[in-house]
RNA sequence: GACCCCAUAGCUCAGCUGGAUAGAGCAUCUGCCUUCUAAGCAGACGGUCGCAGGUUCGAAUCCUGCUGGGGUCGCCA
């Protein structure tokens, strides 16, 4: 629709220029906005304000010469000049009908693939080797999927790569303690707590010098590649990620083992990339270290900052490695864009790597690599957010409290439903509700974690665009038809249907606006202005009582199967299912 | 010390590239279930958009300064 009323403004303006009303070099930056307000009509545009100045005339008077000017189109009923110069778009309604039965009529309901598709590597979750899951985890692993998804609906080939913290100095003290472990129990052994066993090898580090000594021994012979090393981390690996699994499977998250590209795939690139650098002349010797300087970043005393790409003992340094990360996913993978799901405090980290890839030419001018940035979950003091103990939160335990509320709450509004189907439906909902908490706020801002925002199914919530769904199911139920098979035009008469579909064209802008600025939470508040206009619809226009006329009943059916249709495809993207019932 | 981010209703958050009367949810209050599922609907209440300047027809949005909070800055990742 924005596209229609641009083209007509574009040979307006053209005429304009050859009539000499408007000078002929002048290139206006066209914007067309949807209105808040139902009276300004449907669209509107401040371009008679724009260029009043340069036609040397006042606003209104602009105004009214481009709606003279401008061609007539059939999607365009009535044009207004209001307040000081805004021209307000009245849309035909039986245009706005003729979208909803192609919307109908198609699979993506009205989502164009990307003109180009591009190669785009997405990096998120990156859990950390035993170490549990923790409820800030979410950020990343929920957010991360949702744009993989969109990128894929779009039609873009997408890399999943889970960056996960799989190499250190650290798997020194891990594998003595797991030799431990293993010793006591005589046999492989489930680590049924991660965190625990990691605090444990911790404190065996600190308190026993052999102990420390053979830690320091094994980090040795794991990067010389000693083979029991190598198995050892193996099993801690595959330990953890089994666990981590569990938890991607309960969230509905698309990550699997064939995604785990950790921080070890680029050790072996490490030495050469610090010699090519040398030997480019980028990276030069400093009290024993590689080092590479930056004049884009200023040090503590002013100077330009060093960033140290190899220790004075021969170590590597996680920049190496993100150095050599970007450059594998250029070289190898192919990426057209490659995009990173990590903390906002990697900041600084992660600008100083790539300045340094691309100056290397690893990464050419063409492949945008972006940081996806969130910020930290506080807590309600808006302190970093911590257990009253200290620790983290589980996100196991956060998933589970999240099913015994909903399945608490499921009980008591649905008597008729058999246990295992009131356990099935208590998950999605639990899970999405833990999910879209997360997906529906902007992600480069703190934010609070506070247990009832999180678990809440009312209001803005996951459960609120499920029940919606599912009241459409209700209805097509009732009404005995196929929601998935509904075609047709609809009769847009009520101020609740127009509402309605118009609301429903918008799906395609929305998606697109995902993808472009990687932030699923534009996709959330348009599924809930769109549940929220149609629950407004339900109220006001039955479908299956008495008294309602077949053909009306027939069109409103179009606008519950358009409507049932935006909201699975939607929520498919988010990573949360819809149900039939609940 | 340098650089980066943030500040919107009692609480949690939206607010697109500057646009018309700054919006939701929660909480509080008023109505609505013999009628397609009340996890809902309709409505009320609630604001010095941190402060002060500037840019312009127009600023929560852009610029400068200030205050307050957070983050980062050569041998962890």
Redesign the pocket.
Known sequence: MKAIIETLLLETVSQMKQAGTLPADLEP?L?I?????K???DF?T?LA??L??PAKSN?RQLAQQIIELMPEHAAISKIEI?????I?FFINPDHLADQISQLLADEHASVQLAATPQTVVVDYSAP?VAKEMAVHHIRSTVIGDAVTRTLEFLGHKVVRANHI?D????FGMLIAYLEIVQNEQASDMELSDLEAFYREAKKHYDEDEAFAERSRNYVVKLQGGDEYCQTMWRKLVDITMEQNQRNYDRLNVSLSDKDVMG?SLYNDMLPAIVDDLAAQGLAVE????M?VFLDEY??????A????IR???G????TT?DIACAKYRVAELGADRVLYFID??????LQQAWTIARKAGYVPEQVSLEHCAF??M?G?D???FKTRSGGTVKLVDLLDEAEER?NA??AE??QDLADDERAE?ATA?AMAAVKYADL???R?????F?W??ML??????A??LQ?AY??I???F???GVDGDSLTGSPQLNEAAEQALAQKLTQFSDVVN?VAAKT?P??LC?YL?ELA?QF??F?????????GVADDVRASRLLLCGATAKVLKLGLGLLGIAT????
């Open positions: 930056r914007q906005d949807r209105t808040k307000d009276s300004h009509g509107a401040n304000m724009m009043a100045k606003p209001a307040g000081p110069g805004f307000n950390n913290g190499w250190g100095t650290q921080e400093d009290a024993g270290a080092v200023k040090g503590k005393d002013g100077d900052m060093g960033v140290i220790k004075k003992d170590g590597y340094l996680y490695t906002s405090r990697q900041a600084m980290h910020g930290m506080l309600k808006g302190k970093p909903a709450l499921i509004k649905n439906i909902v529906s706020k902007n480069t801002t703190d934010y609070i506070d009832d925002n809440s199914f009312e209001g803005n919530t459960p609120y029940y599912t009241r199911q209700s209805i139920r009732k009404a606006n932030s939470h534009l508040t809930y929220g629950m407004s339900y109220e006001a226009c039955p479908v299956n009582k008495d149900l039939a019932r609940m």
